[in-house]
């Protein structure tokens, strides 16, 4: 489990198919000093997505994605030396400082639109129309691995804010309209919606 409060920005070393090509390989070079510790096994969110970490050395992590993770997420158009919002998983005690994230990508979504407001930027994105249901003003969305707080809801566009501080500690500050990114839906409200239609209830 993550918070979607980002830690590092990392860099895509390099990346190489595994067994027939469907699966591939990633090196994700780190600013993070401790990450040899890291025990093999280990879950971090790489822009969103849980992966789990087969090896790693000073500076680097290395992962691999099956071919369903690449066709369902963003990573299947990771180029080598793309940057990537990273966060280590959750331990008992760690401060919740965003919500509940569980590193599963619901979908990929777009930016539609960035412009300045005040002194934040102002990101309209896109969202499949299987996924518009879930998100609600007020309500939590992972974007890229990073938790944030839905403005507002029109179909299936919503917008949020970034703060600054938000758009140079993570990815979101340089993305460009029609940019891909990872989206997660709120873990409530998709049980809600679940159990909505388990009863017959309106959600």
Known sequence: MFTGIITAIGRLASLRPLGNGADMRLVIATPWPDIATAPLGASIACSGVCLTVVERDADSFTVEASAETLSKTTLG????GGRINLERALKMGDELGGHIVSGHVDGVGALISKRPENASLRLTFRAP?????????????????????????????????????TAGATTLGALEAGDPVNLEIDMLARYVA??????GSPA
Do not use: C, Y
């Open 77 to 80: 158009a990771w180029r080598e």
């Open 129 to 165: 129309a299987a996924l518009a249901r879930f998100i609600a003003a007020k309500g939590s969305i992972a974007i890229d691995g990073v938790s944030l707080t839905v403005n507002e809801v029109a179909g299936d566009t919503f917008g949020v804010n970034i703060i600054p501080h």
């Open 194 to 199: 679940r159990l909505a239609e388990a009863t």
